[in-house]
C-alpha cells in the first residue's frame, strides 16, 4: 500500500474514499434522524424534543469524541483510527434496530459519535491537508461534498425505507451497509509520501505561516458554535416544517434531499474559493449567505416555493464548513492538525446539537417555529461578528504568528 500510495493518482482515490465514507456515516449521525422525528412521534408517542435528543446525544458524542480521537490520530495514523470508527458506527446503527426504549438509543448513538463518528470526521480532514501542501481547500471541498450528499441522501433513503420497512429494518439496514462498503474504503488511507509530508509540514506552498494556535483556535471555537447552531436548525426541522404544512414525508425528504446536492456542489466550489481569496474570507462570504436567506423558511407556503428557496439556500451555506475544514487545515500545523481539527469541530457539534435540539424545544414551548429560525439568523450575525473582528485584526488573513 505505501508504494501505491506514491502514484499521483493515489491522492485523489483517498478524497474519493473520504468523501464516501463521510456520506454514510456522517450523514446517518449528524441529521440522519430527522427523517425519524415523526415517524417515531406517532409510533411511540414521543414528543419532537425527545426524538431529536436521539440526534443530539450523538452529535455531543461527535463533539467530545473527536477531541480524544485527533489527538489519538495525530499518533497513530489515519488508517486504524478511521477503521475504527467505522466498525463502531455500523454496528451502533445495527443493533439501534432492537432498542425499545429511549434510552436505549440515547446511549447507541452517544457510543456511535464518540466512538464512531468522532474516529472518523476530524481525523479524515486533517488528513486530506496532509496529502495536499497546494490546494488543500478544493480537495476538502470535495470530502465535505461527499458529507452533503449524506446528509441528504441518508434522510431521504431512511424516509423511503421506513415507508416499506418500518423504522427498525431501516437501522438494521443502515447499519450492515455502513459495515460492508466503508471499512473497504477506509483501508485506502495510507500515510502520505515523505516528499508530500515534507511540503505539508514547511507550509511553503502556501506561502505564509500559520496562525496562533492560541489565539485561532479559540476564536474558531466560538465562531463555528454560533454558525451551527444556525445551521443545523433547517437540517433538523426542515422537514418536519414543511409537513406540519400538509405536505407528505416524502415530499418534505425530497426538499431538503435537493437542498443538499446542491450543497454538494456549494461544498467543493467554496473550497476553490479558498484556494482562490483564502479560508476565512470564503468561510464570511459562506456565513453571510446562510444568514441572510435562514429565516426565509418561515415566509414560504408552496412546495414548489420552498424547493427553489431550499435550492438556493443550500448552495451558500454548505460552503460555511468547507471554510470551516480549509481555515484549521491550512492555517494549522500537521503536527498537531488534527488536534486542532477535533477541537474546532467539538464546539461545531455542539453547535449542531444545541441547534436540534433548540429547535424541537422551542417548537414544543411556542407550537411553531418562528422564534426557531429567528435565532438561526441571530447565531448566524454573532458569528460574522466575531469572524470579521478577528480577519480585520490579522489583516486579512494574514496569519497573526507562525508559532506552532
Not at 245 to 257: C, D, K, L, T, W
Request: hydrophobic fraction near 55%.
Amino acid at each position: 500500500m505505501t508504494r501505491l500510495s506514491e502514484a499521483p493518482w493515489y491522492r485523489w482515490a483517498v478524497v474519493l474514499a473520504s468523501a464516501l465514507i463521510l456520506a454514510l456515516a456522517l450523514g446517518s449521525i449528524v441529521n440522519g434522524m430527522s427523517a425519524f422525528i415523526v415517524p417515531m412521534e406517532e409510533a411511540f408517542g414521543w414528543s419532537r424534543a425527545e426524538i431529536s435528543l436521539i440526534n443530539v446525544v450523538g452529535i455531543i458524542g461527535l463533539a467530545i469524541g473527536g477531541l480524544f480521537m485527533g489527538a489519538l490520530a495525530d499518533r497513530l495514523g489515519t488508517r486504524p483510527v478511521v477503521l475504527f470508527g467505522v466498525t463502531v458506527v455500523g454496528t451502533c446503527y445495527f443493533f439501534a434496530a432492537f432498542a425499545e426504549a429511549l434510552w436505549q438509543y440515547y446511549a447507541l448513538m452517544f457510543v456511535a459519535g464518540f466512538f464512531g463518528a468522532a474516529a472518523i470526521f476530524p481525523t479524515i480532514m486533517a488528513a486530506l491537508g496532509n496529502w495536499f501542501p497546494v490546494g488543500a481547500g478544493l480537495a476538502i471541498g470535495i470530502a465535505s461534498a461527499g458529507q452533503a450528499l449524506g446528509q441528504g441522501g441518508v434522510p431521504f433513503l431512511s424516509a423511503i425505507l421506513i415507508q416499506s420497512y418500518g423504522i427498525s429494518a431501516t437501522f438494521a439496514i443502515t447499519g450492515a451497509a455502513m459495515l460492508l462498503l466503508l471499512l473497504p474504503l477506509a483501508l485506502l488511507h495510507a500515510r502520505p509520501p515523505e516528499r508530500i509530508a515534507e511540503m505539508a509540514s514547511t507550509n511553503t506552498a502556501q506561502g505564509a505561516g500559520y496562525h496562533d494556535f492560541k489565539v485561532f483556535v479559540p476564536t474558531m471555537c466560538l465562531a463555528v458554535l454560533l454558525c451551527c447552531t444556525c445551521m443545523s436548525i433547517p437540517l433538523m426541522h426542515l422537514v418536519p416544517l414543511i409537513q406540519d404544512r400538509g405536505f407528505a414525508p416524502e415530499e418534505a425528504s425530497g426538499v431538503i434531499f435537493l437542498m443538499l446536492m446542491v450543497a454538494v456542489v456549494g461544498r467543493f466550489s467554496f473550497g476553490k474559493l479558498a484556494d482562490t481569496i483564502g479560508p476565512l474570507p470564503a468561510y464570511m462570504t459562506a456565513t453571510a449567505w446562510m444568514t441572510v436567506m435562514v429565516y426565509g423558511f418561515m415566509l414560504i407556503e408552496t412546495l414548489p416555493g420552498l424547493t427553489w428557496y431550499a435550492m438556493i439556500y443550500g448552495f451558500g451555506y454548505a460552503g460555511v464548513m468547507t471554510g470551516i475544514l480549509v481555515s484549521v487545515a491550512m492555517l494549522t500545523h500537521p503536527s498537531h492538525r488534527a488536534l486542532a481539527m477535533g477541537i474546532v469541530t467539538m464546539f461545531g457539534w455542539f453547535g449542531h446539537a444545541n441547534g436540534g435540539f433548540l429547535g424541537g424545544l422551542l417548537f414544543d414551548l411556542t407550537g411553531d417555529y418562528q422564534i426557531t429560525y429567528a435565532t438561526a439568523a441571530a447565531s448566524g450575525i454573532l458569528n460574522l461578528m466575531i469572524v470579521g473582528t478577528y480577519f480585520s485584526r490579522t489583516r486579512g488573513g494574514t496569519p497573526a504568528a507562525t508559532a506552532v
